[in-house]
Nanobody
Framework: VQLQASGGGLVQAGCSLRLSCAASGRTRSSYSMGWFRQAPGKEREFVAAISWSGDSTYYTHSAKGRFTISRDNAKKQVYLQMNSLKPDDTAVYYC?????????????????WGQGTLVTVSS
């Protein structure tokens, strides 16, 4: 499974961005997806996750109410809609796939990772 994240960029605080993650290759059914981020000098942190069906989602506290994770299985795409962005959201954002299908915050549970897309939020 190959994952390609895109949609990052430079925006002002308060603005929105939508990140996309395209899956390709031998994709199994029922895999869950997650978004993580890593800011300069900080550890990678969980942002959001979604089940295969889309019925189950989970967000980190800082993302809840501002970010929305969704997916389109027919297109093999996962999205992260980010609204009301803050400078603290500045990071490289990574998408990841968990072939076990669990909606989990643990990065070590994820089997495949995209290359990351940079989001920079200016104040």
């Amino acid at each position: 499974v190959q994952l390609q994240a895109s949609g990052g960029g430079l925006v002002q605080a308060g603005c929105s961005l939508r990140l996309s993650c395209a899956a390709s290759g031998r994709t199994r059914s029922s895999y869950s997806m997650g978004w993580f981020r890593q800011a300069p000098g900080k550890e990678r942190e969980f942002v959001a996750a979604i089940s295969w069906s889309g019925d189950s989602t989970y967000y980190t506290h800082s993302a809840k109410g501002r970010f929305t994770i969704s997916r389109d299985n027919a297109k093999k795409q996962v999205y992260l809609q980010m609204n009301s962005l803050k400078p603290d959201d500045t990071a490289v954002y990574y998408c990841a796939a968990d072939l076990q299908g669990a909606v989990t915050v643990a990065f070590y549970e994820y089997d495949y990772w995209g290359q990351g897309t940079l989001v920079t939020v200016s104040s």
